[in-house]
């Protein structure tokens, strides 16, 4: 089933901004959504949220490549503002996406630069591409060098690590230049088909999150996606 983020997020913002608190953490609300959505996998979304603080993280990794397949199936998650916004806010030669999903972003930023790109899940089929260079890393715990690559991009990733701070000290530990993030704008509830476990429906929800004091950054909303650009002292 294919369906535009555009289109995914018109539907967010009905669900939690029109339908009352007390329905949308209603199990049996969610049920049907779930169900059409997961199909003989909704079970394990219902106790997601529970479940994971006691999955090691080979279980979340057969967790997700299980679900992947009954899920939305289309190249990114990326809104098409967003798209635009990141290919214009590149900085230097070598980018490295953390996060990168089916690979629609770096293969996109591949056309120009010399582009890395990593996911928790390991993606075989990159192998055969050529078009970037595919590692598999955590993003709380990169493997690669300090400064190692010009902009480091992380989109629609955050809303799913357990330390987010962890979390960013990687991404910054690995920027040279810019450090370009994406999550959703989205209140929090009790069951949801993204599996997202952070949630960020304000500016200063966000800007909490990744520690900002002294840092110089933007943060805007696009198309219902907040997009956050740091950049670092030459």
Known sequence: ???????TNLIRFFIDECVPPVLRDSRLFMWLPLKLWFGENSGSVFTFKDDLLRMSEAELIRFYEELECSAVERETDLNAGC????????????????????GFLSSLLAE????TACDFVDKPDFAAKNEFVFKRENVEKLSFDNDEFDTVVCAHTLEHVIN???????????????????????RPYRYT????????????????AVGTRGVKCELHEIEGDWFYREDFPV
């Open 112 to 115: 120009k630069y010399k582009v």
């Open 1 to 7: 089933m294919k369906i535009s983020r555009t289109a």
């Open 193 to 208: 088909p993204d599996l997202h476990i952070h949630f960020f429906p304000y500016a200063h929800s966000f800007l909490a």
């Open 164 to 186: 987010i701070s962890t979390a960013v000290s990687e991404l910054r530990r690995v920027a040279a230049k810019r450090l370009i993030i994406i999550v959703p704008k989205q």
């Open 83 to 102: 798209l635009r916004e990141i290919q214009s806010c590149i900085v230097g030669d070598k980018v490295l996406e953390v996060g990168c999903g089916r």
